[in-house]
């Protein structure tokens, strides 16, 4: 006959199978009450009742299938692909002309002057990118259809009319030149080309040295001596100013920037597309001027 022993190993054994088959059946009681949940569907528009809100409800219990109208897609838009702005400490840079046309960083063509709403016209950008390099092209042609917007073609810093600009080297704040802002050459020549200070307009006039004294001056206050100088060719052993000598040619003239018998040309070959480029060419300048008075502005805008 077993012994003692024996009945209680045979006890416990009883026991442990008890205890495994009750935890058996609560664990598929659990997963019942898991099912009968998640079949569970709450309108997305479900109104609450007594303080209670949608958001106390367990996320187990929400829908699998969800409305349309109440889930945008928040995916952003892929990033650049490298920054078109800079800024090295005195003033953000462009890097990257087109892709800053298109920032929220640039202002939009000004509606209310007319000299803007001028140059925005849609032959202006063309025949400026016959004569200048594409992004340069872009840099004048923003300068010169809005209001306080400006674009510096040398250094590209953009900034707006009226701003205290930093010096370009740190070492320049307290030397004299510090001070450029101040001068009133500084804002004129801002206005009219886009150039932020005395450096940059050094820098643009390397294929004419001898432009210094244009520095903030249009074509209706330079000497004549000037105006002829800068009618001319320049140093012809500068090939590498990025035509920055030339859109300092044209700036001089505020007006119009030289290009009315381009656009004239344009124009005429949009209305008869037939004609000679060369005809209406000569046709827009029209007979020579014998008034001394008249040939002295027409000398002047022939930048």
């Given at each position: 006959?077993?012994?003692?022993?024996?009945?209680?190993?045979?006890?416990?054994?009883?026991?442990?199978?008890?205890?495994?088959?009750?935890?058996?059946?609560?664990?598929?009681?659990?997963?019942?009450?898991?099912?009968?949940?998640?079949?569970?569907?709450?309108?997305?528009?479900?109104?609450?009742?007594?303080?209670?809100?949608?958001?106390?409800?367990?996320?187990?219990?929400?829908?699998?299938?969800?409305?349309?109208?109440?889930?945008?897609?928040?995916?952003?838009?892929?990033?650049?692909?490298?920054?078109?702005?800079?800024?090295?400490?005195?003033?953000?840079?462009?890097?990257?002309?087109?892709?800053?046309?298109?920032?929220?960083?640039?202002?939009?063509?000004?509606?209310?002057?007319?000299?803007?709403?001028?140059?925005?016209?849609?032959?202006?950008?063309?025949?400026?990118?016959?004569?200048?390099?594409?992004?340069?092209?872009?840099?004048?042609?923003?300068?010169?259809?809005?209001?306080?917007?400006?674009?510096?073609?040398?250094?590209?810093?953009?900034?707006?009319?009226?701003?205290?600009?930093?010096?370009?080297?740190?070492?320049?704040?307290?030397?004299?030149?510090?001070?450029?802002?101040?001068?009133?050459?500084?804002?004129?020549?801002?206005?009219?080309?886009?150039?932020?200070?005395?450096?940059?307009?050094?820098?643009?006039?390397?294929?004419?040295?001898?432009?210094?004294?244009?520095?903030?001056?249009?074509?209706?206050?330079?000497?004549?001596?000037?105006?002829?100088?800068?009618?001319?060719?320049?140093?012809?052993?500068?090939?590498?100013?990025?035509s920055l000598g030339q859109l300092l040619r044209m700036t001089r003239n505020e007006e119009s920037l030289g290009i009315?018998?381009?656009?004239?040309?344009?124009?005429?070959?949009?209305?008869?597309?037939?004609?000679?480029?060369?005809?209406?060419?000569?046709?827009?300048?029209?007979?020579?001027?014998?008034?001394?008075?008249?040939?002295?502005?027409?000398?002047?805008?022939?930048?």
């Open positions: 006959m077993p012994g003692p022993s024996v009945n209680k190993q045979k006890s416990r054994q009883k026991h442990r199978a008890n205890k495994a088959k009750r935890v058996n059946k609560e664990a598929e009681e659990e997963a019942k009450k898991v099912e009968r949940v998640e079949l569970v569907e709450i309108p997305p528009n479900e109104s609450t009742t007594s303080g209670q809100t949608t958001e106390s409800v367990s996320d187990a219990a929400r829908p699998i299938q969800l409305s349309a109208p109440e889930y945008v897609s928040v995916i952003p838009a892929p990033p650049p692909s490298q920054p078109f702005l800079l800024d090295p400490g005195n003033g953000a840079r462009v890097l990257d002309m087109m892709q800053f046309l298109e920032s929220p960083f640039a202002d939009p063509v000004c509606e209310t002057d007319e000299r803007c709403v001028d140059f925005a016209s849609p032959e202006v950008f063309p025949i400026l990118q016959q004569v200048l390099p594409f992004q340069v092209a872009l840099i004048l042609w923003y300068n010169v259809t809005r209001k306080s917007s400006r674009i510096c073609p040398s250094c590209r810093r953009t900034y707006r009319l009226g701003d205290h600009l930093p010096p370009h080297l740190p070492d320049m704040r307290t030397s004299p030149d510090s001070k450029d802002h101040l001068l009133p050459q500084t804002a004129l020549e801002q206005r009219l080309s886009g150039i932020c200070s005395w450096m940059c307009f050094a820098l643009a006039s390397y294929r004419y040295p001898g432009s210094i004294a244009a520095w903030g001056n249009s074509n209706m206050t330079m000497p004549e001596e000037l105006i002829e100088y800068m009618n001319g060719p320049g140093d012809p052993s500068v090939t590498d100013d990025e009315d018998d381009l656009r004239a040309q344009q124009h005429m070959a949009f209305l008869v597309p037939n004609t000679d480029a060369v005809y209406v060419s000569e046709q827009a300048k029209g007979e020579p001027e014998e008034d001394e008075a008249r040939g002295r502005t027409r000398r002047r805008q022939s930048f």
